[in-house]
């Protein structure tokens, strides 16, 4: 049986059966076609569903965000986890689940496919773990300003974790 030590500085330990461990995964992928189809209740729905799913495969989710054409979770995981399962899990058991609960969404999407295939998979640290959870909850206040499309994804993430490691490790 796994128990959690949590030390003065907020890090936090878990020790499992010979083995100690702190793994946090920043994930984010998007829906096909990057169609904005998260919305209308469907954003809710994928959060309570990742609730559930966390729950079940006994991983925490530290922070998260559902925007209309991509997901940000930060999750705690198990040394035991492969990640690419861990994504499958999350992908396959929500969209299964989102399309009986919004039939309508498989109007925008072809071939019956809520996903694109890729993802992308970022380690934090203790150190950075807060500006993680700062900068996925704040992807919803967010604006662009109008002026062409957002950065993709993967680029965004990239240029916002390179901003972190230079901030934590100047010169």
């Known amino acids: 049986m796994e128990k959690d030590i949590y030390f003065i500085n907020e890090n936090k330990l878990t020790y499992g059966r010979g083995y100690v461990y702190s793994l946090q995964y920043h994930i984010v992928w998007c829906t096909k076609y990057r169609r904005k189809v998260l919305r209308g209740g469907a954003d809710e729905d994928c959060k309570k569903l990742l609730q ?27 040394p035991q986890f492969f990640i690419s399962d861990m994504v499958k899990i999350m992908k396959g058991g929500i969209a299964r689940r989102l399309f009986q609960l919004h039939p309508e969404m498989k109007e925008k999407l072809w071939g019956g496919h809520l996903w694109n295939p890729s993802y992308c998979v970022v380690t934090v640290s203790d150190r950075s773990r807060e500006q993680v959870e700062r900068y996925i909850e704040s992807q919803k206040e967010k ?29």
């Open 143 to 171: 604006a662009w300003g109008g002026k062409g499309r957002p950065p993709r994804d993967l680029e965004r993430l990239q240029r916002y974790h390179r901003e972190v490691l230079e901030a934590e490790h100047p010169g």
């Open 52 to 78: 559930e799913l966390a729950q079940e495969y006994s991983f925490r989710i530290l922070a998260m965000e559902v925007m209309p054409d991509h997901v940000h979770v930060l999750v705690d995981a198990k």
